[in-house]
């Protein structure tokens, strides 16, 4: 089960640093960090990397909607991209399953 939302980020600037990371965080707590300097988050510049910030914040509100969504969305469809499997995949990967 994931942190409940809602969660927001801020840009965290550590004394004596030129550089800030965004901390992800819920109403107590740091969730997760996105620092520019982690090789994970290299090369993130000109505002991807409070794009992405943006993004995670907005993760459990999204996993709410698509659930109520998928109640309305028809089982069937005459496209190869059915729209119910791909909601039912996007819920069980943020689900961890």
Same mark, same amino acid.
């Given at each position: 089960?994931?942190?409940?939302? =809602?969660?927001?980020? @801020?840009?965290?600037? =550590? %004394?004596?640093?030129? %550089?800030?990371?965004? /901390?992800? #965080? %819920? @109403?107590?707590?740091?969730?997760a960090?996105?620092?520019?300097?982690?090789? #994970?988050?290299?090369? $993130? !510049?000109?505002?991807?990397?409070e794009?992405?910030? /943006?993004l995670?914040?907005?993760?459990? $509100?999204?996993?709410? &909607?698509? @659930?109520?969504?998928?109640?309305?969305?028809? /089982? /069937?469809?005459?496209?190869d #991209? %059915?729209?119910y $499997?791909? &909601?039912?995949?996007?819920?069980? @990967?943020? $689900?961890? !399953?």
């Amino acid at each position: 089960m994931h942190t409940p939302g =809602p969660w927001f980020y @801020k840009l965290h600037i =550590p %004394d004596g640093s030129a %550089d800030g990371v965004y /901390q992800i #965080l %819920d @109403k107590n707590d740091v969730i997760a960090i996105l620092d520019p300097n982690d090789t #994970l988050a290299y090369g $993130e !510049r000109n505002g991807e990397l409070e794009a992405n910030a /943006q993004l995670i914040t907005a993760a459990p $509100e999204l996993l709410e &909607a698509l @659930k109520t969504a998928i109640h309305y969305i028809p /089982q /069937q469809g005459d496209s190869d #991209l %059915d729209a119910y $499997e791909i &909601a039912l995949a996007a819920i069980a @990967k943020a $689900e961890g !399953r």
